[in-house]
Structures are given as structure tokens and as C-alpha cells.
């Protein structure tokens, strides 16, 4: 783990770790990973205090057994589900505590469906966090954490901040997102005018 580390150093990028557990996470820090996917099943201080101290970043999602749940063929991969989302609400209350550095995103997406939800998965983050925290961490956070690839980075403006010369990807809400968090979680009623890289996708303002 350390010489993948090493290499992604000379090609001036870092290295994000798809693992859940205390042990494993506390082996990557140490190896020099800088993003800790998923993370549900932490229960030690210890892990979260070596991410903070390391500058390390936990991308965590709101998954839960509940009606977003991802559906599986085969029952062990069900019960791997159920028993790693009970850690959900855990880890996300320790990190918000403790002020470990939290982006969100997520590999788990297999299907349209799934992807459509990723508005509802952002506005359950209201369960700890403000809503200008959470709009936060999709944003200006999930930016910082991208900008760790350096000379490497696709984005090469800035990007993440409204301001002239920056990458101009803008939602236009009806309704003020900051007072309720829910109204990103229904894209197609609330999202009026969407940009992206100074290109109209969708405008329906009238």
C-alpha cells in the first residue's frame, strides 16, 4: 500500500481507499492514503484522530437499511448490507465531533435509479449537520479534496467558489436549500436552471 502511495506521489496525485474497518483504515493512514471511502464500520477515536491529524478525508455516505437500501441477489451480500449501515449513524456523529475532514460521494451506484437518489442521499446528511454544511461538503469540500491531485488536476481553474474565471457549474433552486435541505432531494421539481462548465443543461425559469 505505502509504494502505491509512493508512485501516485510521482504523478502528483493521492491515493482514496475503499475500506470500512478501524485496522484497516489505521494501516492506509500510516501507508499514506488520503481519502477513506465508505468508513461505516469505525468504533475506535483512535482511527478518527489519525485522519485529523493526517489531514485525511472520510467519504462517508448516509446509507442505511431503509427504503434507499441496494438490493442484492445473493442473502450474505444482504447481511454484509445490514450490518455495515448500522455504523452509519456512529462514524458520522463521531466525525462531525471530532472535525474530521467529510466529502461526499459514493461508488455505489449500479443503476440509473440509484443515481437519481444521490439528491435525497445528500439531504439526509440534515441528521447531523447544518444545512449550509451539508451543501458544503457536496461543494466547496468535495472540491478541496479533488484539488489534492495537483499538477494532475482536470479542473485546472478553480472550482468549488462562485467567482469570475472559476468553472461555472450552477444550480438554480426554487426555494432556498439553506432553509430546507429537502428540496435538493426532488431534482426534477425544484432544480429550475442547471449549468455546467458554463453550459445550460436544463432552464425552465420563467
Not at 469540500?141 to 450552477?170: H, T, W
Amino acid at each position: 500500500m505505502k509504494a502505491i502511495v509512493d508512485i501516485a506521489k510521482t504523478w502528483n496525485t493521492y491515493v482514496s481507499a475503499h475500506i470500512f474497518t478501524d485496522k484497516s483504515i489505521q494501516v492506509a493512514l500510516k501507508a499514506g492514503v488520503m481519502s477513506i471511502e465508505h468508513g461505516m464500520l469505525i468504533k475506535d477515536k483512535k482511527t478518527l484522530e489519525m485522519m485529523k491529524e493526517k489531514g485525511a478525508w472520510l467519504s462517508i455516505q448516509p446509507l442505511f437499511d431503509d427504503e434507499d437500501r441496494l438490493h442484492f441477489d445473493n442473502p450474505n451480500s444482504t447481511q454484509k448490507w445490514i450490518e455495515t449501515t448500522a455504523g452509519t449513524d456512529r462514524v458520522y456523529k463521531m466525525a462531525k465531533e471530532m472535525g474530521v475532514k467529510m466529502a461526499f460521494g459514493t461508488d455505489a451506484l449500479f443503476d440509473p435509479a440509484s443515481a437519481a437518489k444521490q439528491g435525497k442521499m445528500l439531504a439526509k446528511l440534515k441528521r447531523w449537520v447544518t444545512t449550509y454544511e451539508a451543501l458544503k461538503i457536496a461543494t466547496s469540500q468535495n472540491a478541496e479534496l479533488l484539488k489534492l491531485c495537483g499538477q494532475r488536476d482536470p479542473y485546472p481553474s478553480d472550482f468549488g467558489v462562485l467567482k469570475i474565471g472559476a468553472y461555472a457549474d450552477m444550480i438554480l433552486v426554487d426555494g432556498n436549500p439553506l432553509q430546507n435541505l429537502d428540496l435538493i432531494a426532488e431534482p426534477e421539481k425544484n432544480f429550475v436552471m442547471i449549468m455546467k462548465d458554463g453550459k445550460i443543461y436544463k432552464n425552465s425559469v420563467k
